[in-house]
């Protein structure tokens, strides 16, 4: 299999992935990498605040990722879409 071979294999199962992440330093600019309607489960830190997850899940969703249930950011996912189709 050729170098362009395994890059588009590559591609095609980023885009059909589930990532689950944690917010952390860097996060942001990681998941620039990915195609943009990834399915993302974002979950809370556990040594943070809420803040940095909420930030999170609402730069990916404007972004355009698909925005999946996880723990406690189930009721957090319906402000965020709310605030993104204002």
Do not use: F
Request: net charge negative; with cysteine.
């Amino acid at each position: 299999m050729s170098n362009t071979d395994n890059r588009r294999a590559l591609a095609q199962w980023l885009e059909q992935a589930y990532l689950k992440v944690t917010p952390a330093r860097g996060i942001e600019e990681r998941l620039a990498h990915i195609p943009r309607h990834s399915y993302l489960s974002i979950t809370c830190s556990p040594t943070d605040e809420l803040d940095p997850t909420l930030d999170l899940l609402r730069t990916m969703a404007e972004i355009g990722h698909h925005i999946e249930d996880v723990d406690s950011t189930t009721l957090l996912i319906e402000v965020i879409r709310k605030t993104v189709s204002q």
